[in-house]
């Protein structure tokens, strides 16, 4: 049985799915197997996947309902637990690709490191054509899971999935959240932060295709609240484990984002009661935290023009005041 499963859930990449593909079948490490979750994809994905699994004993091919990523994911993993021996496990998503060694250097990472998650760089590409050099295990490292959020000195996004390589058990109780927008900030923090040390390779291995027609880039809808509430679970995880340094660190994230969605649907009078569950959350998170923020007017005014529009028009007024008589 292989030693890797590579889930790649589909849906509607009948233009990209071939590449991505043909990247895995490409790999220097030999010994793995790839699961195809087609999620009800309308176009012709479908029947590519059947015709490359035809072609290739490696490959398996999952027909189900449209659920989202999520879904898709679920049942890659759900297939490999039951059906594989291996190992590991990757996820990589059907309109992107990766490096000839990526598999080969994740796995060296973690075995090099003892470790049970080895992280990649990550390019953001709007190029479907991408050179690459052999690479050696020279850009082997290893680091602290808060290292990757708090410095990002290697510039790896922290939270997602993809350019991964987890040992597969790891997945035995975790699944992705089915329906929610940042499925992997709800999840990849539960399997990052039980580990002291993760393997990094310090190279781009993952080329995430970016698709200026996704919901991720789309105009604002409630769905983008979906974020807010994984960073709350990160907060309250955090709390839960002690861990202050994370908490913070996420504490002003979580703001930036109730910021972000404030000034996205203040001159939207349809969203006026989303808009004032917002400021209710940011009040509240101000309120919690008190003494780790320390907010002022002088220092704060970006938060504090919308946790207190008031009392903020006020302060303005009158450093206005005070700076013409000085004038």
Not at 289 to 302: H, I, V
Request: glycine fraction near 2%.
């Amino acid at each position: 049985m292989p030693l890797i499963s590579v889930v790649v859930p589909v849906y509607k990449v009948e233009d990209y799915l071939e590449q991505c593909v043909n990247s895995i079948l490409a790999q220097t490490f030999d010994d793995y197997e790839i699961i195809l979750v087609d999620d009800g994809s309308p176009d012709n994905s479908q029947k590519m996947c059947d015709e490359f699994a035809a072609n290739n004993a490696k490959i398996h091919v999952i027909h189900q309902q449209n659920g989202g990523l999520s879904a898709a994911r679920n049942s890659g993993i759900e297939w490999a637990l039951k059906n594989s021996d291996s190992e590991w496990i990757t996820f990589i998503d059907s309109d992107d690709w990766i490096h000839p060694q990526y598999l080969e250097l994740l796995l060296a990472a973690n075995n090099k490191n003892k470790t049970v998650i080895s992280f990649s760089k990550m390019a953001y590409v709007d190029s479907r054509t991408i050179e690459t050099n052999k690479l050696d295990e020279s850009s082997i490292d290893s680091c602290r899971p808060e290292d990757l959020f708090l410095y990002n000195e290697y510039d790896y996004d922290p939270v997602a999935a993809c350019a991964r390589l987890y040992k597969k058990d790891m997945f035995k109780d975790i699944r992705f959240p089915v329906g929610k927008l940042h499925e992997d900030t709800f999840t990849t923090y539960k399997l990052y932060f039980t580990q002291e040390k993760v393997s990094i390779v310090t190279e781009d291995l993952y080329y995430y295709f970016q698709n200026s027609d996704g919901i991720v880039h789309s105009s604002w809808s409630p769905k983008k609240l979906d974020l807010l509430e994984a960073n709350e679970a990160l907060l309250a995880f955090f709390k839960e484990t002690g861990n202050d340094e994370m908490y913070q660190f996420i504490l002003k994230r979580y703001i930036k984002n109730i910021l972000t969605n404030m000034r996205a649907i203040k001159n939207e009078p349809k969203y006026k009661d989303y808009y004032k569950q917002l400021h209710k959350k940011l009040l509240t998170c101000i309120n919690d935290n008190k003494d780790s923020l320390n907010l002022s007017f002088k220092n704060d005014m970006n938060i504090c023009k919308y946790a207190y529009p008031i009392r903020a028009k006020i302060y303005m007024k009158t450093v206005q005041k005070l700076s013409r008589r000085k004038g």
